[in-house]
């Protein structure tokens, strides 16, 4: 059986209209695919190949031609599909099938797109290796004893090892970026508001964002075009026109300004990463050639500074904890999900329910938020956080006063054998220091492959952008990656 599934989603366009392929043909490729690697990589935290049947049956059956007719897409376990399991990779959650679809799963089901299932994530995107999750761990398809990134680790190891063509992600502090980054394929995190958060379980509401996964920048372009736009249901929404990304799809970044941050040196968190006298790993040598090669396509580069990105991840962890522990006080085990089988009174069952419910992880945030937020300490940690972090959002429209995207390393190692920093919490939390500040600040950001360490495993660039200026990332990509071509290179399962 020919894998459909291998194809990016523009080249499987094609592959359907030339061959007039129907989507039952497709389900029985990714059915087929799914049966020969998912053992290995464990991307999917539910996957039902009866439903998967009647989904592609039904598309037959309405010849739907939207623009990602018959395309496969998986969903990450965290955005609602009615339905069907959607459970955050949480025990607490166990059995929760929404009664309505995500706005995006909307979006995504008019464009005919044919939906595989849900990708598995660390607990309520709790992490930053896919570890936490209550199924089990997902591995990173370039090296199976290596991690996959986090959280949405099982929608981009999915898309590498060509278990589906398409994913979504949600991004809170990197968890799109990063997992793309170490599992080389291409992934973006929108404008805050850009994409509806209605029927996104939400971890921190000012922070978290629906974003597309793909094998490449053409793909990501095209995914962000269905799921972007306004939505009433979601009162964070931005009220603006959505232009056409694949329309930024050119290859010239002639006169492009790009940015590049002394503070964000891969090795050590201080010194520009095009010094040559600075410290430098593997990861800092290819985002050097990556700067030679932009240089070369005629882009200008400036130095710029972001003082305070030091302060970055401390008050992510008190900002995100702190919404976090609001948004998941709802999860009590009265009306669904996992209740304690024999409490006693009812205060016994929510201990209980919640004491057995989450994981370690999710509990660790949750006691970190309850504490920031708590009478005596809401001033000195919140409050406080809340100020920094409108100073690293004042850093960024400083330098995009001189500079139209910045670059970076998407994060500072690859992927990390399984277990190494699941007892360091610290560790963990610093693997994302170069994603979290476009978080704090609101604005797109995007992660591409830009090489290969000694030991084979994925380097991932960054780009960010003006608030809503998502085109300038997708041309900046597109053009490197035309002129690289690290997208071509899928791993051997």
């Known amino acids: 059986m020919e894998e459909f599934v291998k194809y990016t989603a523009s080249q499987l366009k094609k592959k359907i209209a030339q061959d007039n392929l129907a989507a039952s043909d497709i389900a029985s490729s990714v059915a087929d695919r799914y049966d020969k690697v998912e053992d290995k990589v464990k991307g999917f935290a539910h996957f039902d190949k009866t439903l998967l049947s009647e989904r592609a049956k039904e598309l037959d059956k309405k010849g739907c031609a939207g623009n990602l007719s018959k395309i496969p897409v998986v969903i990450k376990d965290n955005i609602c599909v009615k339905d069907e399991l959607t ?3 949480s025990k607490i959650l166990a059995g929760f099938k929404p009664p309505y679809d995500a706005t995006v799963v909307t979006k995504l089901k008019q464009a005919g797109a044919l939906l595989l299932g849900k990708s598995n994530m660390d607990e309520f995107a709790f992490g930053s290796s896919c570890e936490t999750s209550c199924y089990a761990p997902t591995n ?123 503070e964000y040196n891969p090795g050590s968190i201080t010194g520009p990463i095009i010094d040559e006298a600075a410290p430098v790993n593997e990861t800092g040598i290819k985002i050097r050639e990556a700067v030679d090669m932009l240089k070369d396509l005629g882009a200008q580069f400036v130095d710029i500074s972001l003082p305070h990105t030091k302060y970055a991840v401390s008050v992510y962890y008190i900002v995100g ?21 024999q409490p006693g009174s009812l205060l016994d069952m929510y201990k209980k329910t919640r004491g057995e419910g989450f994981g370690a992880e999710a509990k660790r ?23 920094v972090r409108n100073l690293i959002k004042q850093d960024f429209e400083d330098a995009f006063s001189r500079c139209d995207i910045i670059l970076t390393p998407t994060s500072p190692e690859t992927a990390w054998p399984k277990g190494l920093k699941t007892k360091d919490p610290l560790s963990m939390y610093l693997s994302d220091i170069f994603t979290i500040p476009a978080n704090l600040a609101g604005i797109p950001a995007l992660s591409l492959p830009c090489g290969y360490d ?6 991932g660039l960054q ?31």
């Not at 945030?365 to 100020?387: E, F, N, P, V, W």
């Not at 000694?454 to 380097?459: D, F």
């Not at 490197?480 to 071509?485: F, R």
């Open 454 to 459: 000694s030991n084979g495993l994925p380097i």
């Open 87 to 89: 459970t955050c990779s």
């Open 140 to 262: 990173n398809p370039y090296d199976l004893e290596k991690i996959p990134g986090g959280s949405s680790g099982g929608s981009a190891a999915l898309v590498a090892a060509d278990e589906t063509v398409l994913a979504l992600g949600s991004d809170t502090g990197g968890s799109i970026r990063q997992p793309a980054s170490l599992c080389g394929v291409v992934g973006i995190k929108p404008t805050y508001g850009r994409v509806s958060r209605y029927g996104l379980i939400a971890f921190g509401s000012s922070l978290d964002q629906i974003g597309p996964v793909a094998k490449d920048v053409t793909d990501c372009a095209g995914l962000l075009n269905i799921i972007s736009g306004y939505d009433p249901m979601d009162s964070t929404s931005a009220d603006m026109p959505v232009p056409d990304y694949t329309g930024s799809l050119i290859a010239n970044i002639k006169g492009l300004r790009i940015g590049i941050p002394k």
């Open 321 to 341: 904890c702190s919404e976090a522990s609001s948004n998941l006080a709802r999860f009590d085990g009265v009306e669904y999900g996992y209740r304690q089988k």
């Open 365 to 387: 945030r949750i006691i970190l938020g309850t504490y920031t937020l708590s009478s005596g300490y809401y001033d000195a940690y919140y409050l406080k956080a809340q100020k």
């Open 463 to 493: 780009f960010m952008a003006k608030h809503f200026d998502e085109e300038a990332l997708i041309r900046a990509a597109y053009t490197y990656e035309q002129n690289a071509g690290w997208q071509k290179v899928r791993p051997k399962l």
